[in-house]
C-alpha cells in the first residue's frame, strides 16, 4: 500500500478576506497577526482608537466603531469591498463581560451586555452574509464561552449573551449551509486578557487565580484560542459547521 504524499497541508486562506471585530483586544490581536501570516488582508475592528495601530501593513485596514451599532457593521462590510473587493471570513470576537448577580443587574446592565455580544453577533453576521451568499461561500467564527454550557455564578448576562452567540451559530449554519457558508463558534475558558481591565484591581492576576479549575492546570492564552479560530476560518475545517469548539483546557469535561 502506498501512501498519498500529495497532501495539502495549506490553510486555503492566502489571499482571502477576513473582518475580525474586537480587534484590539488580547484574542482579536492575536488572531489578526495569525492570519495576517496566513496571507488574509483584514478589517480590524474595535472601539478603542487604538485598533488603528494594527493597520501598519497594506494587509490591514482598522475601523473604530461600536459592534452593536447597525452603521459600524455595514462600514465594516463598505470597507472590505472598498480595499479589498470581498469578504469571506467574519471573526465575532468582539466581547464585554459583567460580574452581577441577577438581583443585582439593572435593565441598562442587560442591555449594555446583549447589545454588544449578541446584538453585534448578529448584524455582522446579516450584512456579512449579503455578500457571502453572492459569492456562494463564506466562513463565520463566533467567539462564545464555556459560560454558554455551564452555570457559573455572577455571570447571567454574559452567560446569556454567549448562549445565544451559540445557538445563532447553529441557526446560521443549517440556514445557509447549502449556499457555501459554515457557521461555527469557540467556546474558550479563561484566558489571560484585558477582558476584566477596569472591572478588578489587577486583572490579570484575577484571571491567573482561575488556574486550578482547569484540569489542564492553567488557563488559556489568547493564541491558543487564535489558532482554533483560524482552523474553523480554514479548509480544513470544511467540514464543519454549527458547532461550538470548546477550547477551555478541558474545564467543561468536568
Ligand atoms: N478572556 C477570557 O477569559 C474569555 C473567556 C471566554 C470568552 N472570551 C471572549 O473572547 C472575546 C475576546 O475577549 P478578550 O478576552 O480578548 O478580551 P479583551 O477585552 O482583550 O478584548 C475584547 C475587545 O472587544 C472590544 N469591544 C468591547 N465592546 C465593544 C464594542 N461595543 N464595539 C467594538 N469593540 C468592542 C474591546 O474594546 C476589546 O478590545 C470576547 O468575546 C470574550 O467574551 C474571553
Same mark, same amino acid.
Given at each position: 500500500?502506498?501512501?498519498?504524499r500529495?497532501? *495539502? ?7 482571502? $478576506?477576513?473582518?475580525?471585530?474586537? /480587534?484590539?483586544? =488580547? ?12 496571507? @488574509?488582508?483584514?478589517?480590524?475592528? =474595535?472601539?478603542?482608537?487604538? @485598533? ?7 494587509? @490591514?485596514?482598522a ?9 459600524? /457593521?455595514k ?12 469578504? =469571506?471570513?467574519? &471573526? ?9 448577580? $441577577?438581583?443585582e %443587574?439593572?435593565?441598562a446592565d442587560?442591555?449594555?451586555?446583549? +447589545? ?28 462564545? #464561552?464555556?459560560? #454558554?454550557? &455551564? ?20 441557526? &446560521? ?11 461555527? +463558534?469557540?467556546a ?10 477596569? %472591572?478588578?484591581? *489587577?486583572?490579570? +492576576?484575577?484571571?491567573?487565580?482561575? =488556574?486550578?479549575?482547569?484540569? !489542564?492546570g ?9 489558532? $482554533? !479560530? $483560524?482552523?474553523?476560518? #480554514?479548509?480544513?475545517? #470544511? ?16
Amino acid at each position: 500500500m502506498q501512501i498519498n504524499r500529495n497532501i *495539502d497541508l495549506t490553510f486555503g486562506l492566502d489571499g482571502k $478576506v477576513a473582518i475580525v471585530t474586537g /480587534a484590539a483586544g =488580547d484574542i482579536g490581536k492575536a488572531t489578526v497577526a495569525l492570519l495576517v501570516a496566513h496571507g @488574509v488582508k483584514v478589517i480590524a475592528e =474595535d472601539i478603542k482608537p487604538a @485598533v488603528s495601530e494594527l493597520a501598519c501593513t497594506g494587509q @490591514v485596514v482598522a475601523l473604530v466603531g461600536d459592534v452593536a451599532e447597525e452603521e459600524t /457593521a455595514k462600514r465594516a462590510i463598505a470597507l472590505a469591498l472598498e480595499h479589498f473587493g470581498t469578504v =469571506d471570513i467574519l &471573526v465575532n470576537n468582539a466581547g464585554r463581560t459583567m460580574n452581577k448577580a $441577577v438581583l443585582e %443587574m439593572s435593565v441598562a446592565d442587560w442591555d449594555g451586555i446583549m +447589545a454588544v455580544n449578541a446584538r453585534g453577533t448578529f448584524l455582522h453576521i446579516r450584512e456579512a452574509l449579503r455578500i457571502m451568499l453572492d459569492r456562494g461561500n463564506g466562513a463565520i467564527v463566533n467567539v462564545s #464561552s464555556i459560560v #454558554s454550557e &455551564v452555570g457559573m455564578p455572577q455571570t447571567a448576562v454574559y452567560a446569556a449573551s454567549k448562549g445565544a452567540i451559540a445557538q445563532l451559530t447553529k441557526v &446560521v449554519a443549517v440556514e445557509y449551509g447549502n449556499r457555501g457558508i459554515r457557521a461555527n +463558534a469557540v467556546a474558550p475558558g479563561v484566558v489571560e486578557t484585558g477582558i476584566l481591565d477596569g %472591572m478588578v484591581e *489587577d486583572s490579570r +492576576a484575577t484571571l491567573a487565580s482561575y =488556574d486550578h479549575l482547569h484540569p !489542564i492546570g492553567r488557563v488559556g492564552q489568547a493564541s491558543e484560542i487564535a489558532r $482554533v !479560530i $483560524v482552523f474553523l476560518a #480554514s479548509q480544513h475545517a #470544511s467540514f464543519i459547521t454549527g458547532a461550538t469548539i470548546m477550547a477551555d483546557g478541558g474545564y467543561t469535561a468536568q
